[in-house]
């Protein structure tokens, strides 16, 4: 940038910044949404409620499958994007 273009746009500088910031929340916000981790802890820990009696089974398969396409959405995204 020349630095006529760098005084005139300076007044935007805030709103890059903003932005720039804005855009980096989303990308953290998206990677712990789109993070598999928490699933599969929380998987394991409904199973483990189950054989130790806490919940009974419908319970377990209501919320297993929700977390199975939870990890299904996840999965889809990693491939989606190349990893």
Do not use: C, H, K
């Not at 919940?55 to 199975?68: A, N």
Request: hydrophobic share 40%; net charge negative; glycine share 10%.
């Amino acid at each position: 940038m020349g630095v006529l273009t760098q005084l005139v746009t300076l007044p935007l500088a805030p709103v890059r910044g903003a932005a720039w910031v804005i855009e980096r929340v989303v990308q953290a916000a998206e990677n712990e949404y789109y993070d598999p981790g928490p699933v599969e802890r929380e998987l394991a820990a409904l199973e483990r409620r189950l054989l130790a009696g806490e919940i009974d089974e419908e319970t377990f398969d209501r919320r297993e499958d929700e977390l199975l396409d939870r990890l299904d959405e996840i999965r889809a995204r990693g491939r989606g994007s190349g990893g």
